[in-house]
């Protein structure tokens, strides 16, 4: 088993729906919940990053994390034909470094 | 402009033969990786570096080398390249984690890699 989970998709929507990602995890000692957005054939560029439980807005993003169900989520609001991308869940644990271990991706496909 | 740069984009070469992936950082990060990309596994840590002549293996280190002689320069080694080998490498930078702290990580543009 994965130490985080995250299902491939592809997730189509149209312009302007709202966006639900999520990803499960399995490693109690996470501490730090990143989502990167990767185009293709482009590098992975952050987009929310969340110390903790709780919640992050962002503009149109919003980052959730429930430790306690070691569950976490990224909704994008108004959602637009650029947004078409993959989004990557990753997460770490500050004393074992700097080390991000990955979701496999979300491709996501906003049609106009 | 902040930026991990990688070199070359694109890389086709023979089982055997030695090669070099150059990645630079310009924004005085300590910490450095590798990253492989394949379908269905995600991104995988080969090896890092937490600061000049530091360095350590990720999950999957097995047939590369690393190398971390000045800040800014991280250069991945594969001496005999295999098929296997074939994937979509990232490298990335990151100022060193502390509890609470930034653990933003930059990542380049990627090198599609084949060997054949």
């Known amino acids: 088993q994965k130490e985080v989970e995250q299902d491939p998709g592809p997730l189509s929507v149209p312009e302007g729906a709202i966006v639900s990602l999520n990803c499960t995890y399995s490693?109690?000692?996470?501490?730090?919940f990143m989502w990167y957005r990767q185009y293709s054939r482009k590098g992975p560029e952050l987009l929310m990053y969340?110390?903790?439980?709780g919640n992050k807005e962002d503009g149109r993003f919003t980052a959730q994390v429930d430790k306690s169900s070691k569950y976490i989520s990224l909704f994008i609001r108004d959602s637009q034909p650029s947004d078409s991308a993959t989004y990557l869940c990753?997460?770490?644990?500050?004393?074992?470094?700097?080390?991000?271990?990955f979701g496999g991706g979300t491709r996501v496909l906003v049609k106009p | 402009e902040a930026q991990v740069t990688q070199n070359p984009r694109y890389l086709i070469t023979v089982t055997g033969k030695k090669l070099t992936v150059t990645c630079s950082q310009n924004?005085?990060?300590?910490?450095m990786s590798w990253y492989r990309q394949d379908p269905g596994l995600g991104l995988r840590q080969i090896y890092y570096?937490?600061?000049?002549?530091?360095?350590d293996k990720g999950d999957v280190p097995e047939g590369y080398k690393v190398s971390r002689k000045e800040k800014r320069n991280f250069p991945l080694i594969l001496e005999s390249p295999s098929p296997n080998q074939t994937s979509l490498y990232f490298c990335?930078?990151?100022?060193?984690?502390?509890?609470?702290?930034?653990?933003?990580?930059?990542f380049g543009q990627g090198t599609r890699l084949t060997v054949v």
């Open positions: 990335a930078s990151s100022l060193l984690t502390k509890q609470g702290g930034d653990t933003e990580a930059f």
């Open positions: 490693n109690s000692a996470f501490q730090y």
């Open positions: 969340t110390y903790s439980s």
């Open positions: 990753a997460m770490s644990d500050w004393a074992a470094g700097n080390k991000l271990t």
């Open positions: 924004m005085n990060h300590e910490y």
């Open positions: 570096s937490m600061n000049v002549e530091v360095t």
